[in-house]
Structure formats: C-alpha cells, structure tokens
C-alpha cells in the first residue's frame, strides 16, 4: 500500500494541487487508514488470477492495494481534475503526458513527472491498472464496457476513455468489483453490475453502516431492498468502519458489504426494483416521497432455480407486497389479483405456509419464490 495516501494533510496537498474540493453532497471521502482497505481485499479473496473493476479512485488508495494482488485493476474515475496525477504515476504513460503538455511544462516539471514515475515503478506494481474516464453510471450500460486498444492513439494508453461496445474487444471470463462507493450512487452503481451481459462472481463495497444492515435483513425486518439484493445474492457484512476512518468525516458510520451473486443461467427478463422512500433507499439520503418505487426493466442474466417463471413477474408481486408496509400482504396483493380472488389467495397463503395476516416485511425470499411460483 502507499502508505502517504493515508496521510491527511497529504491529501490536502494534493487536492490543492488538482484543485480538487471533497465534496459531502457526492459522498467524496477519503480512507486514512488502511484496515478498511486490507479487510475489503480480504472479503473479496483477491488473488494474481482475478480482473478487478473498481469504481471512484480518487489518488489510488485502494487501487494500488488491489494492483499489489490482482492480475488486472480497471478503476472507473469521474474527476478529471486529477489526471494529471495517474499521468504522473502510471509510468507507461508518463512520456506521452509529457509529449502532449510539452509547451505547459517545464523542464523541471518534465524531470518531476519521469523522476517520480520511475520512483513508483520499482516501487510499485502500476503496469496492471487502467483508468477510464467517465461516468461508471452512464459507461456501464447493461455490460462491462470494451476497449479497443488498437483503436486509441497509443495502443498502450491504459487512461483509456471510454469506448462504445460495438468498437472493441469485450471483457469475457469471471471478474469481482471493489470499491469505496460515493454513497450517492450505492443503489445505481449495485444495480448496473447486476444487469451487465457478463455479471461479476463478488462485490464488496463500503457503504453506509444502515444500509448493509438493510441489505442484510432477516424474515421480520425485510424491505424492497433486501429482497431485491438477496434474490441475486449472498450478503454479508464483512466489517464495520467508524466514520473518524475517513477525511473528510461523514455523518454517519460505514460497513464493508460482500454480495456473493449465485450462479444461474438465465432465460427471462426481468425488474429490479430501486426504492426511492427513506426506509427503502438503498443510498440512504432520499427524502420520504411517499410509496414511490422505481421498477428498472430489462433485466439480463441471471434467473433464479425456477427460470421459466418471469423475474419480472417476482418483483411486481414484491413491489405490490410492499407498497404499504402497515396492511396485511393479502390486503395489498389485492390490487393485482382482484378482490373478487381473495379466497383463493388465501388457500396459496395456507398451502404455502403463511398467516393471512403476514405483513411483506416478514417473509423470506424463498417464500417470496413461492408465492410468485403459485400465483403465476
């Protein structure tokens, strides 16, 4: 790890230098300390055989330790601000950085920018990183985005923007995700991965401490969100983060989060549906808008065991179950089955196991799987 980029008042300096401001309103916080980092690479077992995407850089904390382990780091990095700074250190591309500002630069800050280069390559593993500039959000549409190396200027420019699929080569084969999510984008950023063509094997996040507690939830403190994920995946809370870890320090607590998604072919097209109440909100920053649920269609990938039932059919009957958390589920199913069906919903309710007084929140996935299996 680099051990100074755990030092504030380092990373004052070099915001001052890119002219960079954290912001609290995007959730722009930096790790000062490198235990949060050692149990994120510990939860997502990162190995010389793994490709690793990663999303908001920043200067690298993370990135450098991923790099140290992993056969291949791709970091998604919105500021532009701070290119000059991968420039600088990622040393196959310090000589054309140099040759692109010759005029803006002088002779002294020419010799800076190769001295340091060659500093951090003996002391550091950089030639496995790749930065792409640009919004992971917008980047990520529906697959892990192409490069097409021999369509760039120089092939071996690993700050490569990003490239329109029909343009290059698609990354194949397994890869994990790990990063210090902006908090703002949690929800988007989960969401994104999971509807990719090619779906990583892991993901391990810092998010907010409540809301890996949500996503984790049991039978009785179930929500939108902790369905949605845990239909996908296996979540688990691998560590608790105190907010003085962090510069600038945020108002609340974190946890690293570990979502193992399960293997299953897939055959159908399905919602996943994004919360947008407080309660719901997988960022945890929405205001309460009342019951207002976001339902992102086209779904690829993954089916559960039972792939010729719809997935959106599943979370259709999830999001009606949860759209008022207070009645009775029976009472809210109603309104997509007809009150006129309200005897045989309740004979599904018995022959499955469920008091008709069972409110959304206390069913299991697999008894959500259920009763889309009979409702179907």
């Given at each position: 790890m680099r051990e100074k980029l755990f030092d504030v008042n380092y990373l004052k300096h070099l915001c001052q230098k890119y002219g960079?401001?954290?912001?609290k309103k995007y959730g722009q916080n930096f790790l000062i300390s490198p235990e949060p980092i050692e149990k994120m690479i510990e939860a997502a077992k990162i190995s010389n055989e793994d490709v690793v995407v990663e999303v908001g850089p920043g200067f690298g904390a993370l990135t450098f330790a991923l790099a140290e382990k992993a056969k291949r780091v791709i970091a998604f990095e919105i500021e532009k601000k701070i290119k000059p700074y991968w420039d600088s250190l990622l040393s196959c591309h310090s000589e054309r950085a140099i040759a692109g500002d010759e005029e803006?630069?002088?002779?002294?800050?020419?010799?800076?920018?190769?001295?340091?280069a060659q500093d951090d390559k003996h002391k550091y593993k950089n030639d496995n990183i790749e930065i792409v500039w640009g919004n992971v959000l917008k980047s990520l549409r529906g697959e892990i985005p192409r490069f097409a190396r021999d369509k760039l200027r120089n092939p071996l420019d690993r700050h490569a923007e990003f490239i329109p699929p029909e343009a290059g080569l698609a990354m194949t084969g397994n890869y994990k995700v790990v990063a210090n999510l902006p908090y703002q984008i949690t929800s988007e950023a989960i969401r994104?991965?999971?509807e990719a063509e090619q779906k990583p094997e892991l993901m391990v996040f810092m998010v907010q401490k409540e809301v890996a507690e949500r996503i984790c939830a049991k039978p009785g403190d179930m929500s939108?969100?902790?369905?949605?994920v845990q239909y996908y995946a296996d979540p688990e809370i691998a560590a608790y983060v105190s907010r003085s870890y962090f510069w600038p320090e945020p108002a609340v607590d974190s946890a690293v989060i570990k979502l193992s998604?399960?293997?299953r072919a897939c055959r159908s097209v399905s919602s996943f549906v994004i919360p947008t109440t407080k309660e719901e909100s997988l960022s945890?920053?929405?205001k309460r808008y009342g019951q207002r649920s976001l339902v992102v269609p086209t779904w690829s990938g993954l089916a559960r065991d039972d792939s010729r039932c719809d997935d959106s059919d599943f979370f259709k009957i999830v999001k009606t179950g949860f759209a008022n958390r207070r009645k009775f589920l029976i009472k809210n199913l109603q309104s997509i089955i007809g009150k006129q069906n309200r005897e045989k919903l309740k004979r599904i309710f018995i022959e499955i196991g469920l008091d008709e007084k069972v409110r959304a929140q206390e069913l299991s996935v697999e008894q959500w799987k259920e009763l889309n299996k009979r409702l179907a």
């Amino acid at each position: 790890m680099r051990e100074k980029l755990f030092d504030v008042n380092y990373l004052k300096h070099l915001c001052q230098k890119y002219g960079f401001v954290p912001s609290k309103k995007y959730g722009q916080n930096f790790l000062i300390s490198p235990e949060p980092i050692e149990k994120m690479i510990e939860a997502a077992k990162i190995s010389n055989e793994d490709v690793v995407v990663e999303v908001g850089p920043g200067f690298g904390a993370l990135t450098f330790a991923l790099a140290e382990k992993a056969k291949r780091v791709i970091a998604f990095e919105i500021e532009k601000k701070i290119k000059p700074y991968w420039d600088s250190l990622l040393s196959c591309h310090s000589e054309r950085a140099i040759a692109g500002d010759e005029e803006s630069l002088s002779q002294i800050e020419r010799t800076e920018i190769l001295r340091s280069a060659q500093d951090d390559k003996h002391k550091y593993k950089n030639d496995n990183i790749e930065i792409v500039w640009g919004n992971v959000l917008k980047s990520l549409r529906g697959e892990i985005p192409r490069f097409a190396r021999d369509k760039l200027r120089n092939p071996l420019d690993r700050h490569a923007e990003f490239i329109p699929p029909e343009a290059g080569l698609a990354m194949t084969g397994n890869y994990k995700v790990v990063a210090n999510l902006p908090y703002q984008i949690t929800s988007e950023a989960i969401r994104k991965f999971l509807e990719a063509e090619q779906k990583p094997e892991l993901m391990v996040f810092m998010v907010q401490k409540e809301v890996a507690e949500r996503i984790c939830a049991k039978p009785g403190d179930m929500s939108v969100l902790s369905v949605s994920v845990q239909y996908y995946a296996d979540p688990e809370i691998a560590a608790y983060v105190s907010r003085s870890y962090f510069w600038p320090e945020p108002a609340v607590d974190s946890a690293v989060i570990k979502l193992s998604l399960r293997p299953r072919a897939c055959r159908s097209v399905s919602s996943f549906v994004i919360p947008t109440t407080k309660e719901e909100s997988l960022s945890g920053y929405s205001k309460r808008y009342g019951q207002r649920s976001l339902v992102v269609p086209t779904w690829s990938g993954l089916a559960r065991d039972d792939s010729r039932c719809d997935d959106s059919d599943f979370f259709k009957i999830v999001k009606t179950g949860f759209a008022n958390r207070r009645k009775f589920l029976i009472k809210n199913l109603q309104s997509i089955i007809g009150k006129q069906n309200r005897e045989k919903l309740k004979r599904i309710f018995i022959e499955i196991g469920l008091d008709e007084k069972v409110r959304a929140q206390e069913l299991s996935v697999e008894q959500w799987k259920e009763l889309n299996k009979r409702l179907a």
